[in-house]
């Protein structure tokens, strides 16, 4: 019966600080905008898109061996 002294106030005290998260995000405009993210993730934005990547270059100059430079694949 002892522990009800204990848990009532600190059950009380969490519910508390709950509420208080709760409005500090309700008054910090955490919840203004709910379908932004619903629509970002079904619209791509074609301004960015990744660039392609150049061809790796030999520290020699030129190209890299991988990389032939006449078309033949050799």
Avoid at 2 to 18: D, K, Q, T, Y
Avoid at 30 to 38: E, K
Avoid at 46 to 64: M, N, V
């Amino acid at each position: 019966m002892e522990v009800l002294l204990w848990l009532i106030p600190v059950a009380l005290g969490l519910g508390g600080l709950g509420l208080a998260a709760f409005l500090w995000a309700l008054k910090s405009g955490q919840f203004d905008d709910l379908d932004g993210a619903a629509h970002r993730i079904l619209f791509d934005d074609e301004d960015t898109a990744p660039l392609p990547k150049d061809p790796p270059e030999d520290p020699r100059g030129g190209r890299s061996k991988d990389i032939p430079n006449d078309g033949s694949g050799h």
